[in-house]
């Protein structure tokens, strides 16, 4: 009687093993493929010819994957187009042919994963607006980072919860065994208390608890106010693409406090003013918003007349404007100094490099982390105009040493610039 039941425990403890390792190994499957790392090689490398949904040098790309046959076929395109091109495959021709013969960057260097990757994070972004418009960030804050961290965290809960639930039914077993075996040697055992009232489990659960509650605070406590990729909706639909990239109106012209000051500044209404007093219409390119709707630039040029009260026929203003309130995105915690023109004009950094690729930009969204590791990272890797820069004038020590060639370059942190209260009040 003990042989059988126990060939029947373990035969049920095996298939529970068996199916807790399915269940972890088809999780780690799918985690294989990551979109958050994809979002960022996408774009790296295809967002300045390629929108999920929208035409742009490139195709939209949502739905490419059930476009093509053969997956080794696109990956190989993304590798090198051209070599696809030249094998003659009809389909790639075609298209190539419908896009002016535009050839395609060669990515040899992303991976076959890497790859993967990104087409998961067209197929999320793809399928995120399939199912309704994708929650704009509109409460704020952590959307964006919350979402994906919570993807992570809900994995490791889940599996910690399966690992949990395994370790209970193995004790429950072993407990079973054991009394099996003390009846069958006619020992009197106390009958086996509840699990609900089993001092183990009870700490067990109180652990678990303790450890799951600990990581999520943690990880909300620092991703506090950390909001990258944060996009919010603006009261106007204001493309940087169409005045910054189509039209190559000049980032100072309208932030001129980037080189000057501290902040680099919203412009006032005025000065969108100095333009369209005259342009009262959109004739560009079609205007999609992330979502995929259609924007129509002449009803939101309308939207700032109506804020500056401008009459578009009389010509002129007829009644008192009132302020356009532009959301906030870059937000830096009060306690860290942060100043452009040290950065645009004494550092001479682009602003690109912490801003991404504004030109290319409907809608702008926080391309940097922002952490104090991002701007750590960059002071420390990153070489100072040294040469010919008043600013430097003072480091007569290093100015001496690169006469002499004993060093060649002085990055950021050599002048100071890792220094806590240099960054800190
Ligand atoms: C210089 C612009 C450019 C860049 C950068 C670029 N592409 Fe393309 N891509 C194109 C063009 C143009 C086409 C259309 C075919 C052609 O003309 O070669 C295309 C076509 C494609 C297609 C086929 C689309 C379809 O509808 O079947 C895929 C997939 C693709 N690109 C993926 C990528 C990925 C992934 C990246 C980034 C790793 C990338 N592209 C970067 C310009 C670009
Ligand atoms: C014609 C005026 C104009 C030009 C030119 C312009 N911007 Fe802007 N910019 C704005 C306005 C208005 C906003 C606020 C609305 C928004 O966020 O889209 C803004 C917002 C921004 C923001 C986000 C600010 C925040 O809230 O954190 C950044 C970053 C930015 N611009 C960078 C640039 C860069 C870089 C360029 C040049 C490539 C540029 N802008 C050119 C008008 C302009
Ligand atoms: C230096 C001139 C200039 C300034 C300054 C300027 N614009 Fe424009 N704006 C343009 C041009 C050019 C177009 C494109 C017209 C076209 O293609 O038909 C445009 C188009 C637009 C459009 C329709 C396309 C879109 O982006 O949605 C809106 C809305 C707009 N501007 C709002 C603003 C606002 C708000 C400001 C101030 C922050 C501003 N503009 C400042 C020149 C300017
Ligand atoms: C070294 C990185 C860096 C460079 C270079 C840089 N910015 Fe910024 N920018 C930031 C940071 C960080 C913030 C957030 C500042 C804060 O919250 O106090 C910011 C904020 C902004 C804002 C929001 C308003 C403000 O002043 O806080 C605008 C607009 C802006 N930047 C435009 C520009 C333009 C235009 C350039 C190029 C001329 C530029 N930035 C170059 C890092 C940079
Ligand atoms: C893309 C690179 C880059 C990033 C990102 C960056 N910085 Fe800098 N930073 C520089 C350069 C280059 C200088 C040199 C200019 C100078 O000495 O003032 C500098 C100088 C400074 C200085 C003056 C240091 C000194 O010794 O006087 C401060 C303060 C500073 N950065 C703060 C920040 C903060 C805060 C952030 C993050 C929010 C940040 N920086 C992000 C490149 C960067
Ligand atoms: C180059 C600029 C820079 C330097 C140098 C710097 N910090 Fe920071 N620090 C930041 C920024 C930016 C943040 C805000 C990070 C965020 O919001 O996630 C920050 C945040 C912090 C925080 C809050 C916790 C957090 O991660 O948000 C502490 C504590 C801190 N720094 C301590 C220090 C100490 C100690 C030093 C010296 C060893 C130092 N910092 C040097 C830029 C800097």
Request: proline fraction near 4%; charge should be neutral.
């Amino acid at each position: 009687m003990y042989r059988r039941v126990s060939i029947r425990m373990r035969k049920h403890f095996v298939s529970v093993l068996v199916l807790c390792v399915g269940m972890i190994a088809s999780f780690s499957a799918r985690a294989a493929a990551d979109p958050s790392k994809g979002k960022t090689l996408f774009q790296q490398n295809c967002a300045s010819c390629h929108n999920v949904h929208k035409k742009l040098t490139g195709p939209a790309l949502a739905g490419v994957e059930e476009r093509w046959v053969d997956k080794k076929l696109l990956h190989q395109w993304i590798h090198n187009s051209a070599s696809v091109l030249a094998s003659g495959d009809a389909y790639a021709n075609a298209l190539f042919n419908e896009y002016n013969k535009t050839p395609m960057t060669q990515f040899p260097a992303l991976s076959d994963g890497d790859i993967d990757d990104i087409l998961a994070y067209i197929g999320k972004e793809a399928t995120a607006v399939a199912a309704g418009p994708a929650t704009p960030a509109a409460g704020g804050a952590t959307t964006g980072t919350a979402e994906e961290e919570g993807g992570n965290g809900l994995l490791f809960g889940i599996i910690t919860l399966i690992l949990a639930v395994v370790a209970l039914i193995l004790m429950q077993i072993n407990s079973n065994l054991n009394k099996l075996a003390a009846d069958k040697e006619g020992i009197a055992t106390p009958e086996p208390v509840p699990f609900y009232k089993n001092k183990a489990y009870i700490a067990l659960a109180i652990l678990l608890l303790f450890i799951v509650g600990g990581y999520f605070t943690i990880n909300g406590a620092i991703g506090l106010g950390r909001q990258k990729d944060y996009m919010p909706e603006q009261p106007i639909f204001y493309s940087h693409k169409v005045h910054a990239g189509i039209n190559q109106i000049n980032c100072l012209y309208c932030h001129a406090g980037a080189e000057k000051s501290k902040h680099a500044m919203i412009p006032s209404e005025n000065i969108c003013m100095n333009c369209h007093k005259v342009i009262n219409e959109y004739s560009g390119p079609t205007l999609y918003t992330a979502e995929g709707k259609k924007v129509n630039g002449t009803a939101e040029i309308q939207k700032l007349y109506d804020h500056v009260g401008w009459d578009v026929t009389a010509k002129e203003y007829t009644k008192p404007g009132k302020p356009i309130e532009w959301t906030r995105i870059h937000n830096l915690p009060d306690h860290v100094y942060f100043n452009h023109s040290q950065h645009v004009v004494a550092g001479k950094q682009q602003c690109q490099t912490c801003h991404g690729a504004i030109t290319e930009m409907d809608e702008v969204h926080q391309f940097a982390e922002l952490s104090m590791g991002w701007c750590v990272n960059c002071h420390r890797t990153t070489k100072v105009q040294f040469a010919d820069n008043k600013y430097y004038s003072i480091f007569e020590k290093f100015h001496e040493q690169v006469k002499n060639h004993e060093i060649d370059s002085v990055t950021v942190e050599m002048v100071g610039g890792t220094e806590c209260q240099k960054c800190h009040y």
